[in-house]
């Protein structure tokens, strides 16, 4: 390949990788077509794209941006997915398919600068909860306390006020109310 080529290479993958901070890198070489077919629309209809890079190439394109770090990763066929809300979602999405497509390779992510490496990486990155699930659990975790002294302080007045409703029945029915001792 000559190096004109080369260079148009690496610009577009430069222009194309512009603003992705966290992707996967995975191995598709073994799928078949219509599994690969499979995949990409799978993924393309929940904002995921799939890009089959050349790791020379790739690794040129990605020095000095946040993708470097998975420089070790390019190794062998490899194809960049990215995209989608977080890479959490994207890792999810391909650990689903990974367990349908057994033959594709989960070679490893990059998050916020953190690369996992391997089947297990991704896998361990798809079980983090995305910004969105953290917030909600850090947000149920400062309210917590709130809604147990809520509870504590309401809970004997609603008993008291049950015994009150249950005397205002009582003398509705024009019962008498024992005394108690």
């Known amino acids: ?47 995921i794209r799939v890009t089959v890079v050349r790791n020379a190439l790739a690794t040129k394109a990605f020095e000095g941006t946040a993708l470097s770090p998975l420089d070790p990763l390019l190794t062998g066929p490899s194809a960049v997915v990215y995209g989608g809300e977080t890479v959490i979602d994207v890792a999810r999405e391909v650990v689903d398919f990974a367990k349908k497509l057994r033959k594709m390779e ?6 916020d600068g953190e690369v996992f490496k391997g089947k297990a990486g991704v896998e361990a990155l798809s079980k983090y909860p995305t910004r969105t699930e953290a917030l909600g659990q850090a947000v149920q975790l400062v309210l917590s306390p709130g809604s147990a002294l809520v509870g504590a302080v309401t809970g004997p007045g609603g008993a008291l006020m049950a015994i009150v409703k249950s005397i205002e029945e009582k003398l509705e029915k024009g019962e008498t109310i024992a005394k108690v001792g």
């Not at 989960?106 to 998050?111: D, E, H, N, P």
């Open 106 to 111: 989960l070679k490893g992510a990059i998050l």
């Open 1 to 47: 390949m000559s190096k004109v080529v080369k260079d148009l290479i690496i610009n577009e993958y430069r222009n194309r990788f512009d603003g992705v901070t966290d992707a996967l890198l995975v191995d598709i070489r073994e799928l078949k077509a219509d599994q690969n077919i499979e995949l990409r629309k799978g993924l393309r209809s929940k904002g």
